[in-house]
């Protein structure tokens, strides 16, 4: 069973706290199956913009479409849930028939305005003294619930379909230019005024 939780952002702070938790799992602080970074334009648009799978590899494989149904079925409202009921013959009909707790997926969908970001993770285990402090400085609001092996085999194996896969597929919008952003900042190319304008650009994309 591993731990899911939701750091919900003002702003786009998200991208920080991501380029740390992959710093504490290098240290061993923290053992994650996955972490993604969502936005919400001003639009109100919710995309996924990173997550450490697409960091470290730059595919999403293994996580990325996961990542999209999770955040369709949080963010998607009436209609997400509808395709689903309808492809899966009523599987998804409740939040609670994936096992994922309806109070943690109602809050965490109405925290998140226009501009803002948010930190989802997939945590097997953490050394919390050492971790939480550093996520902290971040600031943020913290919501929390388990999922267990059962509930995490049951959204990948409704990804098997391929219309609830293209969905979730639609959620992301991956790239690779925050990495290039941080690399040109760290060699002083950008100053940290202009690091945090294309960050924001991106983020709005």
Known sequence: MSDLIAITYKGQKAFDALVKLGELQKMKLIELEDAAVVTMNEKGKVKIKQTLESQRT?????WGFFWGFLIG???GGPLFWGLFTALLGGLMAKRTDIGI?????KEVGNSLETGDSALFLLVIKATPDKVLP??????GTVFQ????EDAEAKLQK??????????AGD???????LEQLNKLKEQGVLTE???????KQLSEG
């Open 73 to 75: 079925l949080i963010f």
């Open 145 to 148: 619930t388990s999922l267990s």
């Open 58 to 62: 730059g595919a999403v494989a293994t």
């Open 134 to 139: 550093e996520l902290e400085k971040f600031g």
């Open 158 to 167: 409704a990804l098997e379909h391929d219309h609830v896969n293209d969905a």
């Open 171 to 177: 959620m992301l919008e991956l790239d690779g230019e």
């Open 101 to 105: 707790d309806n109070n943690f997926m």
């Open 193 to 199: 005024e202009e690091f945090e304008a294309k960050k």
